[in-house]
């Protein structure tokens, strides 16, 4: 695979905010990558800069290898899906999806064949004349996308093209896209709030706080080895506890663990190295053990203080002695499994593969 | 960083460039040039460029530029009064007694009589107050009068009554927009709260109301100023205003230095007398905050 | 709900004294009597056929119209060039700069003549002519211009102009293709509003008219003879329903492009 856009120490600010500080990156082709972070993070300005919407402060943006410096949005080799899809208003879904083939010399026939075929990618068979007035939100992001794949670009961007639907359909297209992408095997580059959303569609994830990319990993690598406190609060939830840690044998660590104990872990479980000042674990890297039979790598005694029932899923708020704050611990509500009641005493097992270590 | 903010500030100026020359050229040059005026003097055909006071002077110390100022003064402040009092339950009716879905309706009914000529529109007042006219004919008709009424025209009753007309729309909208932003649900916490209705007018819808209130008065009030075909048409010789005086000595009595003296004055009484207005604004603010609570 | 009764009674007081020279303009240009007063003789259009008649107001109706015509047309792409920078960039000045090309709304237009005349005139000798009175017309109805196409840029999201660029347009064909067809009914409403105020503008007109009065100068002129006020009556009937007609049109044409931009409507130009 060799990198479709090479970001080098790009900076960019809106008069006295600097909205990206020099954030570097490759973007592979035909990988499908999401940029993920809280709103004012810097991640549509970035879209925005790859675009050829905002002028560089500092730094390259390389698309294809060539520089994008002073190259117009029309020039560039991308094209992008808008947060409110802008359809034009005043043209129907044939005229919107054929507009980028308005300079291209191409037959009637030829354009008409285009817009029906990319018409058809995106499931809206026979939509030529609609009024864009007509279409449902989910049929806005449809044409916004059969729109911008007609001039088959080396990248497609889009701008939380999601946020705008409700949740059934936002889930609906977010396989929908993920196999569209698979299909025409362009590279997306997706700008998303939504930690969910990033992990479920994207091949590799750059989450982003103030202005710089924090972490740079497949989803996989990013919830299991998240590289700060800030990476592992964001994606998912995870239960912080103060700890030391000291090394070990090469490549191990000693960490100790108020409440928890000694624990010897792996290196790789710690992006902070000896530095590190607390250790992070998911709440479903915990189990509750219902009965005497069931053990555990390890176990800890407990005492259950309030259930958040989700369905699918409870989150049990665990007191454990010598540790401050209650530890999260989540459950499959499975058939048949024992009911917990508040105030049950009862053991937290759990492994040290599953903790991390972090400053 | 200073590239990008250079390259949008200079995009947006140039694109307003050419209204701002135009606005530049037509407006705040000539504004300049009768502000210079006002300090020369007319000879006959020439004019004489060394600069004086005497057009001030003349202009405060003969009675009948000063009677004409303070007049129009004294008319524009009446017909302001006039027209918001007369506004306000107008507004405030629209924006409370009629369903949201005829709103708009109304508010194009309230506007439909302006669209017919300005000129025609003030001449039919006449039409309407004269000694034979309409409301003395129809007055007379009705057995109430036996002699028709002669107070209401050639006079600055006339003066007024033309003039709250004309500038009714002007201060029942702005007065409408405000009533229109007011959350109801405060006027419904107000009522939770065991206020009266009356109560709850004085101390939440009016005190909100008040920036349209004012900006009605400011819309009503400047212009009026200026008007010179009212005067000259109901005012008669008791009702005539300062425009009629700035209109004889720009096209009639060639004194354009004197005019211009004229108008300088009028737009600074028009400035001092918002400032006034804009004080108070403050002082009610002020008063609203710290006694009635309202605001808060 | 007793004051509910005498707030309704007011209004409807109210909407009487409103409507009272409106009602009266048509009464009595159909009214076949030769003064203007009760009672009313009887139903006729002879001053309408009268008004056929006088050649001086159909050249002043003809001046009227080329100075309206023009003075939209000018006003309107002043005002499009003011309006398209308040909507979409932030400039040095900006407060300051629209401040001084809105003061004709809030400036009585007394002070617009005399400033206009004082320069026009006396500063640079000129002649009056049309042309004065367009210059004074264009600088009032520029703020109009300005209140009606703002509305209608700040409904244009700017991502569908960003889109068009995207898929390969440049600015220009992009204001052309997609910018202006979106606000043209802003335009065309733009266009409408000022050409109204124009036809019905008098001080500016009387200051600065040469020799080819202006259809106000030249109503203004018959108003001191009462033979001519019937006429003036008809006229004056005629001009309503004109205006109302335009101003249908320009309020159809400013909800059609609200509706077409999806905005939701926020009040009239009003």
């Known amino acids: 695979m060799k990198p479709i856009i090479d970001l080098i120490n790009v900076d960019k600010s809106f008069g006295d905010v600097k909205a990206l500080k020099g954030v570097s990156a490759q973007i592979m082709e035909g990988e499908f990558f999401s940029l993920l972070g809280p709103s004012g993070c810097g991640k549509t300005t970035l879209l925005r800069t790859i675009a050829g919407f905002e002028d560089l402060t500092g730094g390259v943006v390389l698309i294809d290898g060539k520089d994008m410096e002073g190259v117009l949005p029309n020039n560039r080799p991308a094209n992008m899906v808008f947060q409110s899809y802008a359809i034009f208003p005043h043209l129907n879904v044939g005229e919107n999806v054929a507009f980028g083939l308005r300079r291209k010399q191409l037959s009637l026939s030829e354009k008409s064949e285009k817009v029906k075929e990319a018409l058809d990618m995106v499931g809206l068979e026979g939509y030529e004349n609609r009024a864009a007035h007509t279409l449902s939100g989910g049929q806005r992001q449809r044409v916004a996308l059969a729109r911008a794949l007609i001039l088959r670009p080396r990248v497609l961007l889009l701008d939380e093209p999601l946020s705008a639907l409700d949740k059934k359909l936002r889930e609906q297209m977010q396989t929908e896209l993920r196999r569209l992408q698979r299909q025409v095997g362009i590279t997306f580059i997706l700008v998303t709030h939504d930690q969910e959303e990033a992990l ?160 | 960083m200073k590239k990008i903010m250079n390259s949008e500030g200079a995009n947006g100026l140039l694109l307003v460039s050419p209204t701002l020359l135009y606005a530049f050229l037509l407006l705040a040059v000539p504004i300049a040039a009768v502000v210079t005026f006002s300090f020369w003097t007319q000879n006959y055909l020439d004019l004489d460029t060394t600069f004086t006071l005497d057009n001030y002077r003349a202009a405060t110390e003969e009675p009948i530029y000063r009677i004409l100022l303070f007049r129009s003064l004294n008319i524009s402040a009446i017909v302001t009064f006039v027209t918001v009092i007369l506004a306000f339950p107008i507004a405030y009716y629209i924006s409370f007694f009629v369903p949201q879905n005829k709103k708009a309706r109304w508010i194009f009914l309230i506007t439909v009589p302006f669209w017919t000529s300005y000129l025609l529109r003030i001449f039919l007042w006449k039409v309407i107050l004269g000694y034979n006219g309409v409301l003395n004919s129809g007055l007379k008709g009705l057995g109430l009068i036996e002699q028709p009424l002669t107070f209401i025209l050639y006079n600055m009753n006339a003066v007024v009554i033309t003039l709250a007309h004309a500038w009714a729309p002007f201060a029942i909208l702005p007065i409408y927009v405000v009533l229109e932003k007011i959350d109801r649900s405060l006027l419904v916490a107000s009522y939770d709260l065991g206020e009266s209705r009356i109560i709850t007018f004085l101390r939440v819808t009016l005190p909100l109301a008040f920036p349209g209130i004012v900006a009605a008065a400011v819309i009503v009030f400047i212009p009026t100023i200026g008007d010179y075909v009212t005067p000259k048409l109901v005012g008669g010789p008791s009702g005539l205003m300062i425009s009629n005086m700035i209109q004889l000595q720009f096209l009639k009595a060639n004194n354009a230095p004197l005019g211009a003296t004229l108008a300088i004055l009028a737009m600074i009484s028009v400035v001092l007398t918002l400032a006034i207005l804009w004080l108070f604004g403050k002082f009610f603010g002020w008063i609203n905050r710290n006694y009635l609570g309202i605001l808060r | 709900m007793k004051s509910g009764k005498l707030l309704t009674s007011f209004v409807w007081l109210y909407l009487i004294f409103l409507y009272l020279p409106v009602i009266l303009l048509p009464l009595f240009a159909f009214n076949t009597g030769k003064i203007i007063a009760f009672p009313l003789k009887g139903f006729g259009f002879q001053w309408f056929y009268e008004l056929a008649k006088i050649e001086a107001l159909h050249t002043a109706v003809f001046t009227s119209l080329k100075i309206a015509i023009i003075t939209s047309i000018l006003a309107t792409t002043l005002g499009m060039f003011a309006s398209r920078a308040a909507t979409r960039f932030s400039f040095p000045g900006k407060g300051p700069i629209m401040g001084l090309i809105m003061v004709p709304l809030v400036l009585p237009e007394i002070i617009v003549a005399v400033s206009l005349i004082v320069v026009l005139i006396k500063v640079l000798g000129l002649g009056l002519s049309i042309w004065t009175i367009i210059l004074g017309h264009v600088l009032i109805c520029v703020p109009f211009s300005i209140a009606i196409l703002n509305g209608a840029f700040r409904s244009l999201d700017k991502s569908l102009e960003e889109a068009s660029i995207d898929l390969g347009e440049t600015k220009w064909s992009t204001f052309r293709l997609i910018t202006l067809p979106l606000v043209m009914p802003g335009i065309i409403s733009s266009l409408l509003i000022s050409f109204v105020i124009s036809l019905d503008e008098f001080i500016i007109a009387f200051f600065l008219t040469g020799s080819e009065p202006t259809l106000s100068v030249y109503i203004w002129g018959m108003l001191r003879f009462p033979a001519r006020i019937p006429a003036v009556m008809a006229l004056g009937t005629i001009m309503l329903v004109v205006s109302l007609l335009l101003l249908t049109a320009s309020e159809y044409f400013r909800r059609r492009g609200l509706k077409r931009t999806g905005v939701q409507d926020t009040g009239g130009f009003v």
Do not use: C, H
């Open chain 1, 200 to 359: 479920i569609m994207s091949d590799r994830i750059a989450v982003m706080f103030d202005g710089q990319i924090a972490q740079l990993d497949s989803p996989f690598d990013l919830y299991t080895r998240p590289k700060n406190r800030e990476v592992a609060n964001f994606i998912g939830i995870m239960n912080f506890l103060p700890g030391s840690a000291s090394q070990a044998k090469k490549g191990f660590l000693d960490v100790t663990v108020p409440g928890l104990g000694e624990i010897t872990i792996s290196e790789d479980q710690a992006p902070a190295g000896v530095n590190g000042t607390q250790v992070g674990i998911r709440p479903e890297m915990l189990t509750i053990l219902l009965d005497a039979e069931q053990t555990s790598d390890r176990e800890t005694p407990g005492k259950v203080l309030e259930i958040d029932y989700y369905g699918d899923m409870s989150y049990y708020s665990v007191a454990v002695e010598g540790v401050t704050d209650p530890l999260s611990v989540s459950m499959r509500n499975t058939a048949g499994r024992k009911a917990l009641n508040k105030d049950d005493k009862i053991r937290i097992g759990w492994s040290s593969e599953s903790l991390i270590l972090l400053d």
